[in-house]
Every structure is written in structure tokens, then in C-alpha cells.
């Protein structure tokens, strides 16, 4: 197939009907796909014996879309594995006023998708996705003749993604100034994102997300115009998510400050950026009063969250307030803390903290309690970097720090030296009133209780759930389990339904208290008391097994 329509000129009466347009008035939807041999839409005989006679192939000049052709209508556009297609309209096409949503696919002969004239004429364009193009370098191609008209955009156009593209070096056109959602994954030729010239032009931008493009060293980059950068631009920019940029070596060029400000931002996920050196310049985390969620995971050079790159003239301590921070992820990181300088940051709506294998983060450093600044409002740190400031016992777990993540519902205590997880203290007690709902507990070789006896887990644990992970040291092994357990009612938690051992287990246990519920979970898993018979003669090396089994279960028949 070579084309959707073709007009044959020749049985015309009168030629003037060669120029006659072709109206699809209720088409509303089109897609196109699989059409290795196709050239364009719509052709005549007239034109194919011209290209004949010349001896032009048809795609070479041609575009697929002429101006024989309407779609009045047509809301949806998709071109997919188009081979032959290497223009799809003239700067001039008129005659998709009403299309909504453009896909294009695998069409590996395109160099651009427009040109800079043509997008005036596509003023209801919301959706923008291009993917596979091999030879495509840049979206919007720039006319030469036209370099003097005034520049159209784009009106409605609100999401654009673009993905597995070989030969694209520039994403962000002026054009896009309506954008809101960005998405650019696998684009290798791509090495900033926003350049400079464009630092005005995406203030409007609300979700970005930038991921496994080899070649990217910063997404923002900046430059201090004193012209233009009179006012500091607020941009709308809510959600950042950064993923497999090994080249990236920060997010902002430089400091925004006095360029634009990032305030709004809520959601910053970055992950496996093994050049990043820092997240957030200083004066954008100054300003987080919005940031609910913030994940990094695997940075391998990164040493703290936020930088200075300056040093400023003001000697105050930085205030940083994530009032509305609800979820901290740090994971397989090398930072040694928050910020390198003195600073006080406060996170009162924290509610989740997973911090895994960050050997140099400080995360709680222990003070007594007559010395502790930890306030009821807010949480204070100095210049080395501690996550969080607690009361001075390395044996037990620092849970001081619940007075100052009342919202926390979830905590997950795993690969560390403590022997207890909670002590009964009134003056402790009277100030953790967190709403944990969820405790996990694994990796804990040296663990002998989880808390002192008669203290009440309730008031903290509220959820009727305890998960135990299949590695914590007194449920594998007997003795101390039956040292933390071997008296009636020594933990008390009135609302606990049930218990089970790891995380991925389908089956939850429970016996009238979570004693016994240990209890009988251990000797179930090391007793095995629902085995009658059991033949160990061919195992002489079981001896010890044999002997603790007659113990426990009071019969010599094996």
C-alpha cells in the first residue's frame, strides 16, 4: 500500500476538480500503524506521473498530510512503524484544528515532528507523545525564513512524553510554555534538560520525570541575566522523580535564588544517580514548606541532602521547616548528614521513616536527658549531623525521637546491636505519644526484650499488628526467647490481634496474648510439635536435636 486515498485526475471531466479538498467530516479518531510501504495519505495520478517522470521517489519531498485533505474533527492521531515517513505535514498544514492527542511511534525516517510555523495550527493539542524516531534530533524544527515572524506556541498542550529516542539532543522548545507534566525516559543524546535560554519558559511545568538517559549532567541549567531576573519567577513544580542518570551531577545548575523559585515542590524521588553530589541547593530548602515526600536511594558520591555552593554573608543558622513532610526514604547512600553547616530542621508531620544502609549517617546522636533541646514543636540539630537526638543508652532503641514524629505509624528496626526496644520510663512515656501502628523488627542478633516488665506497648502500638521478621534472635533461638518470655502478662498490648514471622508469610498467628502467641510460634517452629514420628538412625550427628526434642515433648519414642 502506497496510499490511504488516491484520486484518479484522469477521468475528470474538468481538471479543476484536481484541486478540490477532501473532507473526513466525522472522523474523529485515526491510527495508523504497520504500514511499511505507505508514503502518504492521500496522492493523485497526476502527481504520481509527475514524480515518475522526474524520477522523484514520493517521500522524499512530500508531506504525509497535504492540503487535499481534512479532518475538521479528528480529536486522536496515532502514527506507529511508519517507515517511509519522513515529513508528516507542511509548515503551512491547516486542517487538524480539533486534535487533541498526538502519538507518534516508531516512524525512524522523521528529523523533526514540527516545524516552527506549523503549531499555530494545532491549537487544541493536549497529549504529545513521540517515541522510537532513530533519526529524530529535535521536536520543533526552527524555519530560516520565518526566524523574523513572531513565534507561536502551543495553547492547550499540557503533557508531552517522549522516550526511547537515539538521536534527540533537544527536549524543551519555547513553544511549550503550557506544559505540565514532562516525562523523558531513555533518551541518550540528551544532556540538559533545561537549558538556560528556556529557564523562563516552564514555570507552568507541575510534574517532571527524567530516567535512564546516559548522557544528562544537569537538568536546570541556570544563568543570572540582571535584564531579565529582575523578579523572581515562582514556579508550579510539584513532583520530581529522577532515575538512572549516572552523568548527572546536580539537579540546578546553580542556586536559583533571585531566578526562580522552586517552593512547591512536594514529591522529589531520586534514584541510582551515582554522580549527583547534592539534592537541593540552600534556597530551595529553605523554602520546602510543601514537601510531603522525599526519596533517595542509592547516590553513590552524594555527602549531604542539601548544599551551599556560596558562602553567604548571613552567619544564621538555616531553618529548614518540612511542616508537611510525611515520608523520609534514605537508602544505600554515603551522606554524612542533612547539611554540613549548624541548622535547625523541623518535620512535625513525619509519619514514615525508612533510613537502610547509610554507614556514615548519623542518625540519632544520645544526649542526657537534662541536656537534650529536643522541643515538643519542633526538632533542633547542630553542625554534626544526627537525623534525630535521643536519650543516652546504646543498648535500647532510641525511640526519644517519637515525641517528634507524632504522625509516625509505621517503623522498621532491623540490623542493629539493640537489647531492648522500649523501656518503661514516665518521663519518656509522657512525651512519646506517637500513633505507630505498624512495627517490624529483624536482623536483631542481640535483642532480649522488647520492653521492660509491665510496660504497656498499647499506648504506642495501636494497629493489632507486630510483624516479626524470620531473623530475630529469640524467635530462631530458644534460650532467650524463653528469658524474654517466661513470665505471665510480660508484655502487655490489650489490642493485639495477631502476629506473624516475615513479611512475605501468608499466615498470621495468635493465642490469647502475644506471650503465648510467641510461645506457641516457637515451639511450633523449633519443637515441631506437631510431628509424631521421626526417624533419625541415619543421622548420629543429630544427637543434640534428639535430646531437645525428648525435653520438650516428654516422650522417648522417636
Not at 540552600?282 to 536511594?297: G, N, V
Not at 554524612?336 to 542518625?363: E, Q, R, W
Request: aromatic letters at 10%.
Amino acid at each position: 500500500m502506497k496510499e490511504i486515498v488516491l484520486k484518479d485526475n484522469n477521468s475528470s471531466a474538468n481538471n479543476d476538480t484536481a484541486d478540490e479538498k477532501i473532507d473526513f467530516l466525522l472522523l474523529r479518531s485515526l491510527t495508523l500503524e504497520h504500514l511499511e510501504t505507505i508514503d502518504d495519505f492521500f496522492s493523485s495520478t497526476n502527481s504520481r506521473s509527475k514524480q515518475k517522470c522526474h524520477g522523484l521517489e514520493p517521500y522524499v519531498s512530500a508531506p504525509f498530510f497535504n492540503a487535499q485533505v481534512a479532518f475538521p474533527k479528528l480529536d486522536t492521531l496515532k502514527l506507529s512503524s511508519l517507515l517511509n515517513l519522513n515529513k508528516i505535514w507542511d509548515g503551512n498544514y491547516d486542517s487538524m484544528h480539533n486534535l487533541t492527542s498526538l502519538i507518534v511511534d516508531n516512524c525512524g525516517g522523521l528529523k523533526y515532528l514540527f516545524s516552527s510555523t506549523v503549531v499555530g495550527s494545532f491549537k487544541n493539542l493536549k497529549h504529545l507523545e513521540i517515541s522510537n524516531c532513530a533519526m529524530m534530533e529535535e521536536i520543533i524544527a526552527k524555519e530560516e525564513e520565518n526566524n523574523a515572524l513572531e513565534e507561536v506556541h502551543f495553547l492547550k498542550l499540557e503533557k508531552i512524553i517522549v522516550k526511547d529516542m537515539d538521536n534527540l539532543k533537544t527536549i524543551w522548545h519555547h513553544q511549550f510554555e503550557t506544559v505540565k507534566m514532562l516525562q523523558v525516559n531513555n533518551c541518550d543524546k540528551i544532556v540538559v534538560v533545561f537549558p538556560s535560554s528556556m529557564q523562563k519558559t516552564y514555570n507552568k511545568l507541575e510534574m517532571l520525570e527524567v530516567t535512564n538517559c546516559a548522557l544528562v549532567e544537569e537538568i536546570f541549567e541556570l544563568s543570572f541575566n540582571e535584564e531579565s531576573s529582575s523578579v523572581e519567577d515562582t514556579t508550579h513544580l510539584k513532583e520530581v522523580t529522577i532515575d538512572g542518570l549516572d552523568k548527572l551531577k546536580k539537579i540546578w545548575s546553580r542556586d536559583p535564588q533571585g531566578i526562580l523559585c522552586f517552593q512547591n515542590l512536594s514529591i522529589v524521588k531520586v534514584k541510582s544517580c551515582q554522580g549527583l553530589e547534592y539534592l537541593l541547593p540552600l534556597s530551595i530548602a529553605t523554602r520546602c514548606s510543601h514537601l510531603k515526600e522525599l526519596r533517595i536511594d542509592d547516590c553513590e558520591i552524594m555527602k549531604e541532602i542539601v548544599a551551599e555552593e556560596k558562602e553567604s554573608s548571613v552567619n544564621a543558622a538555616p531553618i529548614f521547616e518540612f511542616n508537611q513532610l510525611s515520608t523520609l526514604l534514605l537508602r544505600n547512600l554515603h551522606i554524612k548528614g542533612f547539611f554540613a553547616k549548624k541548622h535547625t530542621l523541623a518535620y512535625p508531620s513525619l509519619k514514615m521513616i525508612d533510613v537502610l544502609n547509610c554507614p556514615k549517617l548519623t542518625l540519632y546522636r544520645t544526649l542526657s536527658t537534662s541536656s537534650s533541646n529536643i522541643r515538643d514543636d519542633e526538632f533542633s540539630v547542630s553542625t554534626q549531623q544526627p537525623l534525630f537526638i535521643v536519650e543516652e543508652n546504646e543498648d535500647t532503641f532510641p525511640y526519644w525521637f517519637l515525641q517528634n514524629v507524632r504522625g509516625l505509624k509505621k517503623l522498621v528496626i532491623g540490623s542493629s546491636c539493640f537489647k531492648k526496644i522500649f523501656q518503661d520510663e514516665g518521663q519518656i512515656r509522657e512525651k512519646t505519644q506517637a500513633q505507630l501502628k505498624k512495627l517490624t523488627l529483624f536482623a536483631l542478633p542481640n535483642l532480649e526484650h522488647i520492653c521492660e516488665e509491665g510496660f504497656q506497648i498499647d499506648p504506642v502500638l495501636e494497629d493489632k499488628k507486630l510483624q516479626w521478621a524470620n531473623k530475630i534472635n529469640y524467635i530462631s533461638y530458644g534460650a532467650k526467647f524463653e528469658q524474654a518470655h517466661n513470665t505471665e502478662g510480660y508484655l502487655s498490648t490489650p489490642n493485639l490481634r495477631k502476629v506473624k514471622i516475615a513479611e512475605n508469610d501468608e499466615q498470621w498467628f495468635w493465642k490469647g496474648n502475644l506471650n503465648d502467641t510467641m510461645k506457641n510460634m516457637f515451639e511450633d517452629k523449633v519443637a515441631f510439635g506437631k510431628f509424631k514420628y521421626l526417624a533419625l538412625s541415619d543421622y548420629p550427628e543429630m544427637k543434640d536435636l534428639c535430646a531437645m526434642w525428648i525435653g520438650r515433648t516428654g516422650s522417648n519414642r522417636l
